[in-house]
């Protein structure tokens, strides 16, 4: 079974610029999570999905940061315009109903600001 | 591969010993535990989970123990390999509904050879 996908790995852009994150969960898995993760310190949640719906999204900078799942699979997180503090890796997770503690992480994609 | 953080708490075992990385939580009304072991440039994992009403909880070669006195979770991993070595973070669970998971700092574990 395939685990979470995110694309891009890495990305690189100048400040102002926008960036967008794509996250491809586990089949089956109805909640989805995007954190983001700075050096050194453990993932941030940004928000929640339940199927299509955002459940918790209190963290996310909504001023700049916007995030979709539509038909309830594939997410997309969009930072528009990015700054140099948007530096960081975004992760995103999901897991299954009957084990929700249990989140399947992908590998995460490192944006560089400059 | 990429460092997953600089400036974490380290703890350096020999190989074939036991290791012991301690959590601290803050919120009393956390009511499930998770610890996750994150290797370098690739997402957390999940190792172990614990909920509120049990004291201590065993896997495969990792045990984690909960104190909801003094709000203190510890994860021992018996015989620490190389493969062991990474950043391993605890997380809590605080909500009333759903899923929501907070993350400690991490603490990077280096297995000597």
């Known amino acids: 079974e395939a685990g979470v996908v995110q694309s891009p790995r890495y990305k690189i852009i100048e400040k102002k610029q926008p960036v967008a994150f794509w996250c491809n969960p586990i089949?089956?898995?109805?909640?989805l999570y995007w954190y983001l993760q700075n050096l050194g310190q453990g993932p941030e949640l940004l928000i929640r999905?339940?199927?299509?719906?955002?459940?918790?999204d209190s963290q996310l900078p909504k001023d700049r940061f916007s995030a979709e799942r539509l038909k309830g699979v594939d997410s997309t997180l969009k930072i528009q315009p990015a700054e140099l503090g948007d530096s960081a890796v975004y992760l995103c997770?999901?897991?299954?109903?009957?084990?929700?503690?249990?989140?399947?992480f992908g590998e995460g994609s490192r944006l560089t600001v400059l | 591969g990429e460092s997953v953080g600089l400036h974490l708490p380290t703890l350096s075992v020999q190989e074939g010993d036991n290791s012991i990385i301690n959590c601290a939580y803050s919120?009393?009304?956390?009511?499930?535990f998770i610890w996750y072991k994150q290797e370098s440039g690739k997402g957390p994992q999940f190792i172990i989970d614990?909920?509120?009403?049990?004291d201590k909880r065993q896997g495969q070669r990792v045990t984690v123990l909960l104190n909801k006195t003094v709000k203190h979770l510890s994860l021992q991993i018996a015989a620490t390999q190389p493969g062991d070595s990474a950043v391993y973070f605890c997380?809590?669970?605080?909500?009333?509904?759903?899923?929501?998971?907070?993350f400690g700092g991490g603490t990077r574990l280096m297995v000597k050879p």
């Open positions: 997770a999901s897991s299954s109903a009957r084990r929700s503690g249990e989140l399947f």
């Open positions: 089949s089956g898995h109805n909640t």
């Open positions: 999905y339940e199927n299509e719906e955002a459940v918790d």
């Open positions: 919120n009393s009304a956390s009511d499930y």
């Open positions: 614990i909920r509120s009403n049990m």
């Open positions: 997380a809590e669970n605080r909500g009333n509904a759903g899923n929501m998971l907070t």
